[in-house]
């Protein structure tokens, strides 16, 4: 896993690049947070790949995608995946992805440049 920074004024952003499956479990969510904000100065903002996590969190049935951005919540750690959504069927990941979009969390969003202004434009 290699974590590169991107700022632009007072916000920070951790940029996870892997080329392995980092978030498989809540657990490994709350490890990565805490790797990020200990090694990152407090860093709040992070951007990883799709790849990067484990498929079961993009099937809703599991309760994995909701506990896991809960620990995100609890901690006010802002998240944006990045990746191609459209190959997913499901009308309710559809409407999850639509309605995250619209806050100030989370964002499922195509590429990186679109990530990195989602996060960088939130408090």
């Given at each position: 896993m290699n974590v590169t920074l991107n700022n632009s004024g007072s916000s920070s952003i951790a940029i996870i690049e892997s080329e392995e499956v980092v978030i498989v479990s809540v657990q490994d969510a709350l490890d990565l947070?805490?790797?990020?904000?200990?090694?990152?100065?407090?860093?709040?903002?992070?951007?990883?790949?799709?790849?990067?996590?484990?498929?079961?969190?993009?099937?809703?049935?599991?309760?994995?995608?909701?506990?896991?951005?809960q620990k995100f919540t609890n901690y006010k750690v802002k998240l944006a995946i990045v990746g191609d959504f459209s190959g997913y069927n499901s009308k309710s990941l559809k409407d999850f992805i639509y309605e995250s979009n619209q806050g100030k969390q989370f964002f499922f969003l195509p590429d990186e440049q679109a990530a990195l202004e989602a996060l960088h434009n939130v408090r």
């Open positions: 947070m805490a790797t990020i904000q200990y090694n990152h100065d407090g860093c709040y903002k992070l951007l990883i790949h799709k790849s990067a996590i484990a498929e079961p969190f993009f099937d809703l049935s599991t309760k994995l995608a909701g506990d896991i951005l």
